[in-house]
């Protein structure tokens, strides 16, 4: 059973440029969220998907948007890249169903750095 | 949500029992207390979650007092393998939309 996945590992791209960043979830799960995590920081929320809609969002600017595909891998797009843009992006998948525990299963993330 | 408060860094040794408390004042009655560890350039892994009492696994046990302001993680008999970064985490999970937000952790390192 394949946990959760995410492309590319690492990345390097100068200001100004857009990246996207790609997740799959673990099976059977539909919930995806995506983190950003700075170096010596804890994982900031940056937005979750269910049902391919944005169900909840950090204090995130709008440069970051994602989308959310039928087969619930997700998509995490930067745009207008800033030098603090720099930083792990996690993905995190779980189960919507109401009452079930909240354990969140992240991906090993994607590193990207801006130049 | 509820802000969390844990020490920034802890030592220990091996073999010995490492116990993480956690600050949580405003914790809401739906809010559950989870937490999570995670090694360097790895996505944090769930350890063990809790709404109070005591829980216990594999791994470590939580405890929550009955005012559930506070809990701790109890890790028995550490191994250098523990050394890594615990995440103190409060949020009402019953929804499956949790929104979770992490503070900057506890530093564990565990010395020979």
């Known amino acids: 059973d394949a946990g959760v996945t995410q492309s590319p590992t690492h990345l390097i791209k100068t200001r100004g440029q857009q990246v996207t960043l790609r997740c799959s979830p673990k099976?059977?799960?539909?919930?995806v969220s995506w983190y950003q995590q700075a170096l010596g920081q804890g994982p900031q929320f940056i937005f979750q998907?269910?049902?391919?809609?944005?169900?909840q969002r950090g204090n995130f600017p709008d440069r970051f948007s994602g989308h959310q595909f039928p087969n619930y891998s997700s998509e995490l797009n930067v745009n207008a890249l800033l030098l603090g843009d720099s930083a792990l992006y996690l993905c995190?998948?779980?189960?919507?169903?109401?009452?079930?525990?909240?354990?969140?299963?992240f991906g090993e993330g994607s590193r990207l750095t801006v130049l | 949500l509820a802000k969390t408060t844990q020490p920034i860094s802890m030592d220990s040794y091996e073999g010995q029992e490492v116990n993480i408390t956690c600050s949580h004042n405003?914790?809401?009655?739906?809010?559950?207390i989870t937490w999570y560890q995670q090694f360097p350039s790895q996505g944090p892994r769930f350890i063990i979650q809790?709404?109070?009492t005591k829980v216990t696994n594999e791994v470590a046990s939580l405890f929550i007092p009955a005012d559930r302001k506070s809990s701790t993680l109890s890790l028995p008999r550490v191994s250098l393998s523990d050394t890594a970064v615990y995440y103190c985490?409060?949020?009402?999970?019953?929804?499956?939309?949790?929104?979770?937000?992490f503070g900057t952790g506890t530093r564990l390192l565990v010395s020979p």
């Open positions: 995190a998948s779980s189960l919507s169903l109401q009452g079930v525990t909240g354990e969140l299963f």
């Open positions: 099976s059977g799960h539909d919930t």
């Open positions: 998907y269910y049902e391919e809609e944005e169900r």
């Open positions: 405003n914790i809401a009655t739906n809010d559950y």
């Open positions: 809790g709404y109070k």
């Open positions: 985490l409060v949020g009402d999970i019953q929804t499956g939309f949790q929104k979770l937000v």
